[in-house]
């Protein structure tokens, strides 16, 4: 498959965005299971 630089720079900025969507997911769910954490320490 012949990609040139534009189809290239294209999907690298896609990685790059669904990567900052994973990071951002992976923050949200760790604060979520300390909330849980927290809320079966107190019962």
């Known amino acids: 498959m012949a990609a040139g630089p534009g189809r290239l720079g294209s999907?690298?900025?896609f990685v790059e965005a669904s990567r900052d969507e994973a990071?951002?997911?992976?923050?949200?769910?760790?604060r979520y299971l300390r909330r849980i954490e927290r809320l079966?320490?107190?019962n």
């Open 11 to 13: 999907q690298l900025r």
């Open 23 to 30: 990071e951002q997911a992976d923050r949200e769910l760790q």
């Open 40 to 42: 079966c320490d107190e």
